[in-house]
């Protein structure tokens, strides 16, 4: 059974830092696309941070590189994202969601993953 479960979330001021968790249960974990998205109330998902197991290939959306981080622990089974010099439109609900072998369009669009987490909120008051 495929379970995403994310931890992490919670309020921080502008310019403060989160580090989103997603442990994972996957029935691979090699060539495996898991990625990071939010939704703002009244807004689309949108793609933020997504990674290959396999090959170690990252992709960003703009507005969050060099602010965030994905990355993995393979030994964990987890997935991660450090979220830097957070700003108030980062706010939304995050969501882990994975995808095998690949992914349908690019890495960052949610309509490719089929396997998606509950979510950890995430508020940033200015």
């Known amino acids: 059974q495929v379970r995403l479960v994310e931890s992490g979330g919670g309020s921080v001021q502008a310019g403060g830092s989160l580090r989103l968790s997603c442990a994972a249960s996957?029935?691979?974990?090699?060539?495996?696309?898991m990625a990071w998205f939010r939704q703002a109330p009244g807004k689309e998902r949108e793609g933020v941070a997504a990674?290959?197991?396999?090959?170690?290939?990252?992709y960003y959306t703009d507005s969050v590189k060099g602010r965030f981080t994905i990355s993995q622990d393979n030994a964990k089974n987890t997935l991660y994202l450090q979220m830097n010099s957070l700003k108030p439109e980062d706010t939304a609900m995050y969501y882990c969601?994975?995808?095998?072998?690949?992914?349908?369009?690019?890495?960052?669009?949610?309509?490719?993953?089929?396997?998606w987490g509950q979510g950890t909120q995430v508020t940033v008051s200015s």
């Open positions: 969601a994975a995808q095998w072998p690949y992914v349908l369009g690019t890495p960052l669009n949610p309509n490719g993953y089929k396997n």
């Open positions: 990674l290959h197991t396999g090959g170690g290939s990252t």
């Open positions: 996957l029935h691979t974990y090699s060539s495996v696309y």
